[in-house]
């Protein structure tokens, strides 16, 4: 049972414009989402995070959105850079019991093109 | 944040052994987590390594198959027992810190790749 989905497995974007990466959860517990960004031999690294009391929240470039009536959330990087280009998974906690535990999406790989 | 280092960075074993990771931290951290990224698919928890007190474990994974260490609020260690090829992995531990009361905001070693032959 799959309860985040990152249904796109790849995304190529031009330098510059912008990057939309998309997740969908089925979970209604959980209340806590967050995008990590993934190099090659490297461990995840945290980007931003976004808790379900808002439906959105900027930092610098990243900007993510949450539907939760669509249980839908997206990251926007503007303007994309070739240093981009990596593997992208959201993550989502429920809190309460799952205190701590995060459940992953399959990821998606970002091209920038210079 | 925190400086996050796992030893070994990488290692070939031969069925039926074992492999103990570990896990370093910068600084003193309460929640402590490992991690599991099969070739191909995302993370997925093993367990949570508990301070004093024996690991969490989700479904699917058993403390026989990886016994986890958590001496002190710096240091873990898993070990990946009697291993077969389907544990080829990439290995990660993750230390949480508080944001607004919460600990989900997690943050990642580089990861232990292993290959069992």
């Known amino acids: 049972d799959q309860q985040v989905k990152q249904n796109s497995p790849s995304l190529s974007v031009q330098e510059g414009r912008i990057s939309i990466l998309n997740c969908d959860y089925t979970?209604?517990?959980?209340?806590?989402f967050l995008w990590y960004k993934k190099y090659p031999a490297e461990g995840p690294t945290f980007l931003i995070s976004?808790?379900?009391?808002?439906d959105k929240n900027e930092d610098g470039r990243f900007t993510v959105f949450l539907n939760k009536s669509a249980k839908h959330l997206s990251l926007h990087i503007v303007p994309s850079q070739p240093g981009d280009s990596a593997v992208y998974f959201c993550?989502?906690?429920?809190?309460?019991?799952?205190?701590?535990?995060?459940?992953f999406g399959q990821g998606t790989i970002l091209t920038v093109h210079p | 944040s925190a400086v996050i280092s796992q030893k070994p960075s990488r290692d070939i074993c031969q069925r039926g052994t074992s492999l103990t990771i570990q896990c370093q931290v910068d600084?003193?951290?309460?929640?402590m987590f490992w991690y599991r990224q099969q070739p191909g698919q995302s993370l997925t928890l093993i367990a949570t390594?508990?301070?004093?007190?024996?690991?969490?474990?989700e479904s699917g994974f058993v403390i026989d198959k990886f016994p986890i260490s958590r001496p002190n609020l710096t240091f873990s260690t898993l070990t990946v027992s009697n291993m077969s090829p389907e544990d080829s992995s990439i290995y990660l531990c993750?230390?949480?810190?508080?944001?607004?009361?919460?600990?989900?905001?997690?943050?990642f070693g580089p990861g232990t790749r292993l290959l069992v032959l």
């Open positions: 993750s230390v949480g810190f508080a944001t607004s009361g919460r600990w989900e905001t997690q943050y």
């Open positions: 979970n209604s517990m959980f209340d806590y």
């Open positions: 976004i808790s379900s009391i808002k």
């Open positions: 993550a989502a906690s429920a809190g309460g019991t799952s205190y701590g535990k995060l459940t």
């Open positions: 600084s003193q951290v309460t929640m």
């Open positions: 390594a508990n301070q004093g007190s024996e690991a969490t474990y």
